[in-house]
């Protein structure tokens, strides 16, 4: 079964910084393109950044551009999601997932919804 699995949340201070990764289990995620979205309580989940399969192309979402950095580590076959600068609105739960690669830009907005991982919590408060 195809599955992402995330790691690297935590409880951080606003400003602070956490590197979230994304690793494949059963499958190698080095020429997909991979997504990253977040759910906070009560609300939907959104797309927060996406990397092509050649890593020529990113996207982030308005609010976290110039603080999270979207790269991929192929030698480690993971996906990561350096998010610096955070905020209070930036707590959730952080999923990666599988997304469309159409003409080498990922789809934020075509997901593999066969591929959500359990998530991570990311905590930003004093």
């Known amino acids: 079964q195809v599955q992402l699995v995330e790691s690297g949340g935590g409880l951080v201070q606003p400003g602070g910084s956490l590197r979230l990764s994304c690793a494949a289990s059963?499958?190698?995620?080095?020429?997909?393109?991979i997504g990253w979205f977040r759910q906070a309580p009560g609300k939907e989940r959104e797309g927060v950044s996406c990397i092509s399969s050649s890593a020529d192309f990113t996207y982030y979402l308005d609010s976290v551009k110039g603080r999270f950095t979207i790269s991929r580590d192929n030698a480690q076959k993971k996906v990561h999601l350096q998010m610096n600068g955070l905020k209070p609105e930036d707590t959730a739960v952080y999923f990666c997932a599988i997304v469309a690669d159409f003409q080498d830009r990922c789809e934020i907005g075509a997901v593999d919804r066969d591929s959500w991982g359990q998530g991570t919590q990311v905590t930003v408060s004093s």
């Open positions: 059963g499958f190698n995620l080095e020429h997909l393109a």
